[in-house]
């Protein structure tokens, strides 16, 4: 700068002025890229340990905080699908549980009231939700109950007609 002070417009002090500049924004340049690698691998290890942890949402926050620093970064990019896809099967999941409770509660409904065609189509529903036993065992148990109430009316029936035909012979 006193060079261009003594000689205004020196081609020679004004190229190496230009050079320094570039030189010292150059230097801003790479600690600002150092700072923002620092800030993208904290944001990644924030994930991690958020993802280990199953905190979806504070590991969805921190990747997309990283994408924001790197742009359709691979990492992040696989990570935050990765998480979307486990969201997706906790999401089924508890649907799949409400579905199953729901069945049940209906189906144990029907069964105390006595509608047992009904409650059996009704556990035979729920055990599509789960590999829960519960279902399966409520089924036997309602074709016990429905052979045992055939054996008594075909007993019943066999009964009368001795009780007729006792009664013709008469």
Known sequence: ?????????????????????????????????????????????????????????????AYEQALIIKQNDPVAVSKLKTISEKEKLEKDRTTQELNYSSTIESADKLYKAGYLEEAKTEYTRAS???????????????????AAQLAKENSDKQKRLKDLESEQKN
């Open 1 to 61: 700068k006193k060079a261009l002070e003594l000689r205004p417009g020196d081609i020679y002090a004004t190229h190496q002025l230009e050079k320094i500049d570039e030189l010292i924004k150059a230097d801003v340049d790479k600690k600002e890229q150092k700072k923002l690698d620092d800030l993208y691998k904290e944001y990644i290890a924030t994930g991690e340990k958020a993802f280990k942890k199953n905190d979806l949402a504070e590991a969805r926050v």
């Open 128 to 146: 599509g939700f789960t590999t829960k036993s519960y279902p399966q065992d409520q089924i036997k148990n309602i074709n016990k109950l429905q």
